[in-house]
């Protein structure tokens, strides 16, 4: 094990946090753009187009959101040999992390193959609508893998400590994206099958680079390209329980839209406009988090418990005052926001009364996804996968509650997103707090 490195000041550490964070916003902020490209490009041509290329993106984005893991199991497993000083075991971790998403892409590129037609129909699309959302999801699977691929990649990087080289990925992937997606829908006239295969281009156009980038640093270090059975079980045990808390976070999110929609159609429409600004605040908190990964597990490799420490309390208290800070922002203009997205009077008012209760929940939003940041990193997948299931049961019977008892649509409004950001988001900050204010998390040395 590594002798304990000096604590760093913590003006130090804010800039170290800034560095990574700040880079990984933009990243973060880049890759939703593809979708809208699309989404944009593909609603020129029609509504059964649209219609249908939102629904092939809703299926793939299920299906790869869960994969999110390929990056959140590799960034810390990286970063934690890195900062126990075995840059080879390191570029091995990384090496294993892109197998495995070569592998997952495969196996999910063939189900998606005999499987888009049945799950398009099993989900209520008919006619135009069903072919184009068939359409999308088969033109979309030639770059599965490449987005995996990214993922992994991505991982590797910021375990590397570089959040930079993503973001100009990214960004230059996201104008290629646009440019393929105009020249394949209507230059060559392609419709909604040429905007999936515009991004599956792109895709893999991200992934060769990364693969450039990253292939002669493995072969520098002398490692051998061929993936290690072990490394590859490794990733996947940690992958499977990140996926748990993956697959817990959806459900949950899934749950409050049934409950929702079942509350009517007021409810629902003003739901999605208080969760539009919700997810967009994520963006930010989420890049805390992954400069907690990146530092975290980079230190727990140097074997420094008490930077570790230091580091995370830092970061949490940066996540309270981030969420202070655009809960005052929310409160203040929570009349403003419903204005940009609808006309309708009603609306207006039941997103405004969701706001306010989104911004009382900011602070305890920003510890949760800093903390979660901070668990990922030390490799704790364990822990959030099982307390993953455990808030999930605890907000369901919230939401049953809500559905319940709601009389009106404000009442269910304002109970939904109760439950969600005072309740669900609550149970998730306690079982991550308890965790890190104990030690079984702090496995030092690589």
């Given at each position: 094990m590594s002798s304990p490195m000096p604590v760093e000041s913590n003006r130090s550490?804010?800039?170290?946090?800034?560095?990574?964070?700040?880079?990984?916003?933009?990243?973060?902020?880049?890759?939703?753009?593809?979708?809208?490209?699309?989404?944009?490009?593909?609603?020129?041509?029609?509504?059964?187009?649209?219609?249908?290329?939102?629904?092939?993106?809703?299926?793939?984005?299920?299906?790869?959101?869960?994969?999110?893991?390929?990056?959140?199991?590799?960034?810390?497993?990286?970063?934690?040999?890195?900062?126990?000083?075995?840059?080879?075991?390191?570029?091995?971790?990384?090496?294993?992390?892109?197998?495995?998403?070569?592998?997952l892409g495969v196996l999910l590129t063939a189900a998606g193959y005999f499987g888009a037609d049945a799950v398009v129909r099993g989900m209520g699309a008919e006619g135009a609508v069903a072919q184009f959302a068939v359409d999308y999801i088969l033109f979309s699977l030639p770059g599965l893998t490449a987005m995996l691929l990214v993922f992994a990649a991505t991982g590797i990087l910021r375990g590397m400590q570089d959040t930079k080289t993503p973001l100009v990925v990214?960004?230059?992937?996201?104008?290629?994206?646009?440019?393929?997606?105009?020249?394949?829908?209507?230059?060559?006239?392609?419709?909604?099958a040429g905007a999936a295969l515009g991004t599956s281009i792109a895709q893999w156009i991200m992934a060769l680079v990364y693969l450039w980038m990253i292939l002669p640093r493995i072969r520098r270090e002398k490692v051998s390209l061929a993936p290690s059975w072990s490394g590859f079980i490794s990733t996947g045990q940690v992958g499977s329980w990140l996926m748990l808390r993956n697959l817990t976070m959806r459900a949950a999110l899934l749950l409050t839209v049934v409950v929702a929609t079942s509350s009517g159609e007021q409810t629902l429409a003003a739901h999605q406009l208080v969760f539009t600004v919700f997810s967009f605040l994520a963006f930010a908190l989420d890049a805390l988090a992954i400069a907690a990964q990146a530092m975290i597990g980079k230190e727990l490799g140097r074997g420094d418990a008490q930077q570790v420490r230091q580091l995370t309390g830092i970061m949490s208290r940066w996540g309270i005052y981030f969420g202070l800070a655009t809960g005052a922002f929310l409160m203040a203009t929570s009349w403003v926001f419903p204005m940009v997205f609808t006309t309708d009077e009603q609306i207006r008012s039941l997103t405004t009364i969701g706001l306010w209760v989104l911004a009382l929940a900011q602070p305890l939003c920003g510890l949760v996804f800093v903390l979660d940041g901070v668990l990922i990193g030390a490799g704790d997948a364990r822990y959030l996968g099982l307390v993953g299931a455990l808030n999930l049961a605890v907000y369901a019977p919230m939401l049953w509650a809500v559905h319940r008892f709601a009389q009106d649509p404000q009442s269910a409004l304002v109970w939904i997103w109760v439950a969600f950001s005072l309740g669900y988001m609550a149970s998730r900050g306690v079982t991550l707090f308890v965790r890190s204010r104990g030690t079984a998390w702090m496995r030092l040395g690589a």
């Open positions: 550490i804010s800039r170290q946090i800034l560095a990574l964070a700040v880079p990984a916003l933009g990243a973060l902020i880049a890759e939703p753009l593809f979708l809208i490209a699309d989404s944009a490009i593909v609603g020129h041509l029609g509504v059964a187009e649209l219609a249908g290329a939102a629904l092939g993106t809703t299926v793939l984005q299920t299906a790869v959101g869960l994969m999110i893991f390929l990056a959140y199991a590799t960034t810390p497993a990286v970063a934690r040999a890195l900062g126990a000083g075995q840059p080879a075991r390191a570029m091995a971790a990384g090496r294993d992390g892109l197998w495995f998403a070569i592998a990214a960004t230059a992937g996201f104008g290629l994206n646009i440019l393929l997606n105009f020249a394949l829908v209507y230059g060559a006239g392609m419709s909604v």
